[in-house]
């Protein structure tokens, strides 16, 4: 069984809860705290697993890797169905640039050792921190709902795939940092139609909070 060390409000890490539930894979928890009381990415212990300090990990027949967009793509490549990307090229061209706007562009510019950053070393306050995040997520989601099919309740295909994974994490940031979202109603929908689905609905930081 794969054991993945998780942390339940990370983006990556909610990501890859919804891809292992969409594959069907079991796995088992590993929880890493990131919350600013115990830091436990920062241990030595948890260093020597993942020296990038970061989560998602897996540990795969004993071997540990991280990054959840090539943890992903194993995924996809090692249990194939059901597909997480459509079979024309290019429709899994656009699926795959979609997500990595997230992946690439959104996410890292807000990563909470990024704020945590903002905050010690350049005296950011509440405020001009929420200023950062609401400012990438919204020029982020800007160009998204403008690449999002028009058509169907999910974006690439009739089930949601590696453009969903990472889409839906984000709109939960976004809504947890109270930014607006009306403006973009594709990605609303789409994000609607997936909470109906137990693989994402299971992979929900508040459904796997530790007790």
């Not at 020597?48 to 890797?65: H, K, L, T, Y």
């Amino acid at each position: 069984m794969l054991k993945l060390y998780d942390y339940w409000r990370s983006s990556a890490s909610y990501r890859m809860r919804i891809a292992l539930n969409l594959k069907q894979v079991e796995y088992e928890t590993a929880e890493v705290s990131l919350h600013p009381d115990h830091l436990a990415q920062n241990s030595a212990e948890y260093r020597a697993i993942n020296p990038q300090m970061r989560v998602p990990s897996i540990d795969i027949e004993g071997r540990v890797f991280g990054q959840s967009m090539a943890l992903i793509e194993w995924l996809e490549e090692t249990k194939p169905n059901p597909p997480l990307l459509p079979s024309d090229p290019m429709a899994r061209l656009s699926a795959r640039a979609f997500a990595d706007i997230v992946a690439c562009d959104i996410h890292p510019l807000n990563n909470s050792s990024v704020l945590k950053y903002l905050r010690e070393e350049f005296s950011a306050d509440a405020d001009k921190v929420g200023a950062w995040y609401g400012t990438w997520i919204t020029r982020g989601f800007e160009a998204l709902e403008a690449l999002a099919p028009k058509d169907g309740s999910f974006l690439f295909g009739d089930t949601p795939g590696l453009a969903e994974i990472c889409l839906i994490p984000q709109i939960y940031n976004a809504k947890r940092f109270n930014i607006g979202l009306s403006a973009f109603p594709r990605l609303l929908e789409a994000d609607a139609a997936c909470a109906e689905i137990p693989a994402f609905a299971n992979a929900v930081p508040e459904a796997v909070k530790p007790t």
